[in-house]
């Protein structure tokens, strides 16, 4: 396991292994993973509770990833209490609109965006079943999440934060419609039918913040589009920016607004 988690964690911190484990390090946490009598003896450390809480979660959901079918115990020192876990977001959705044929945006109101501005733009959407009154996940000692599970358990997808309305505390996802025969798409048909005043949840953002350069090359297709677009809109003023982007037809394409000019180049499938 400690091989494991070196080889996965040297794309995402400085790692740097001795004789005795390893020490992992990133902007916002220090982690030292040290051998034992058959254990890993780890700690952690944070500049606060909040983060702390949120990479114990991370590393916990890791272990009990690289551990697979083997049998695997977690204990903490200070065990984490059965709360939300970290970055958890209540939201209703506002409404919702069809912005080509093939996205549909799905427009939702939080107590406060100030976590979805700038950084981190990716989420996991929390969707209960209808008509029932949502069960949402709370932390397990361990620091995994607990999931609800039978009747109460929740579509759990992965997107990107479109857009962010600071002033109405609005967030916007966009939903690719993706309709493949035999296939379940329960994300898109969310989106389809959803109506407003239909409880959701959020949980995040990680992951997919704007490069640092003054040159960017953005390529892919719609799957990638609401993260080039957003990441095109917010970049600086002063940054070069081409994107190259693969839709189904001229219908798809979408005006993706910035500051100067911006080179895309639409690729039509069809």
């Excluded at 450390?45 to 114990?56: F, I, P, W, Y």
């Excluded at 958890?88 to 409404?95: D, I, L, S």
């Excluded at 995994?144 to 857009?163: A, F, K, N």
């Excluded at 969310?190 to 040159?215: I, T, W, Y």
């Amino acid at each position: 396991m400690l091989a494991e988690i070196c080889e996965h964690f040297v794309e995402h911190s400085d790692v740097v292994v001795s004789e005795q484990g390893a020490s992992l390090r990133s902007e916002d946490w220090a982690i030292d993973v040290t051998t034992a009598d058959e254990r890993l003896m780890i700690e952690i450390r944070t500049e606060n509770d909040q983060m702390l809480a949120a990479t114990r979660t991370m590393f916990a959901e890791h272990l009990f990833y690289f551990a697979g079918d083997e049998p695997f115990t977690l204990e903490w020192s200070i065990p984490a209490p059965k709360v939300r876990p970290p970055g958890f977001h209540e939201a209703t959705v506002v409404g919702s609109k069809i912005v080509t044929p093939r996205m549909r945006r799905v427009i939702l109101a939080v107590d406060d965006v100030t976590p979805f501005v700038g950084g981190d733009m990716h989420v996991r959407v929390l969707v209960p079943p209808v008509g029932r009154v949502p069960v949402w996940p709370k932390l397990q000692e361990n620091g995994r999440i607990g999931w609800p599970e039978g009747e109460d358990e929740l579509l759990v997808r992965v997107y990107t934060i479109r857009s962010v309305d600071q002033e109405a505390n609005h967030v916007s996802i966009d939903f690719l419609q993706h309709p493949k025969p035999g296939v379940a798409t329960p994300g898109a048909d969310f989106a389809r039918d959803v109506e407003a005043g239909q409880r959701v949840a959020l949980m995040g953002p990680g992951g997919g913040s704007l490069p640092a350069a003054k040159s960017i090359l953005f390529s892919g297709d719609e799957t990638a589009l609401p993260a080039i677009a957003r990441m095109v809109e917010e970049a600086p003023v002063g940054t070069t920016i081409k994107a190259i982007i693969e839709v189904e037809d001229a219908g798809e394409e979408q005006a993706i607004s910035h500051g100067e000019p911006v080179s895309v180049e639409w690729l039509h499938r069809s």
